[in-house]
């Protein structure tokens, strides 16, 4: 393949994932270890820390990389984030086991204004994964959508408006938000 791959998002690397994994797998490594790595250390506030997290978070894909289908840049902050979480989790676990007090992220404010930047990252992932699943759903679908969710009509208001049953209005409503759950499923384990 030819072609330089700069965003994993594109088809040339979703071709590249299921005929070369290894080459898949550098690209990877090179396009997202410093963005990955700067996000671990905003949330552990140390750089041995933030790098085995990181080192762990390609080891574990390349060890599910069987069942891997796809990966988006969304998915890797999501990982790298959960990691980071337990991280500070087991951290915390131990601290408590030894007797020493728990620095909380209020009691040093680097690391609190750090972590406000990586959630400020994963929030900008997750409303542009929230604006393209939006984008994907069927015409009529994302307009009920629209109105029930953004514009706050009732579904009896929005058939009315659009001259269908409330209970087509559910029916578009419930399979928006079950398109919706499983488009942002990477992200569910957040909220």
Same mark, same amino acid.
């Given at each position: =393949?030819?072609?330089? +791959? ?8 979703? #071709?590249?994932? !299921? ?8 690209? /990877? ?19 041995? #820390? ?12 390349? @060890? !599910? ?13 999501? %990982? ?16 408590? *086991?030894?007797?020493? /007090?728990?620095?909380?992220?209020? #009691?040093?404010?680097?690391?609190? +204004? ?8 994963? @929030?900008?992932? /997750? ?12 015409? *009529?679908?994302?307009? %009920?959508? %629209? ?13 009315? #408006? ?6 087509? %209005? ?8 079950? $398109? =919706?759950? $499983? @488009?942002? *499923?990477?992200? =569910?384990? $957040? $909220?």
């Amino acid at each position: =393949m030819s072609e330089k +791959v700069t965003n994993i998002n594109s088809d040339t690397f979703k #071709d590249l994932l !299921k005929n070369d994994v290894h080459k898949a797998f550098e690209i /990877l490594f090179r396009l997202y270890f410093d963005k990955l790595y700067h996000i671990a250390r905003s949330y552990t506030g140390n750089t041995e #820390d933030a790098r085995e997290i990181v080192q762990n978070v390609f080891c574990k894909l390349w @060890q !599910k990389r069987e069942r891997i289908d796809n990966i988006t840049s969304s998915f890797l902050f999501t %990982v790298t984030r959960n990691a980071c979480l337990d991280h500070l989790k087991h951290r915390k676990r131990v601290r408590e *086991k030894s007797g020493s /007090l728990y620095e909380t992220e209020l #009691d040093n404010p680097i690391r609190f +204004v750090e972590n406000e930047a990586a959630s400020r990252i994963l @929030q900008q992932e /997750l409303e542009n994964q929230i604006r393209s699943s939006i984008t994907a759903l069927p015409e *009529k679908q994302r307009q %009920v959508f %629209v109105k029930s969710r953004f514009e706050g009509m009732k579904n009896s208001e929005i058939a009315e #408006d659009m001259g269908i049953s409330k209970r087509t %209005v559910d029916t578009h409503i419930h399979l928006a938000l079950k $398109f =919706m759950r $499983f @488009q942002l *499923k990477e992200f =569910m384990t $957040f $909220f």
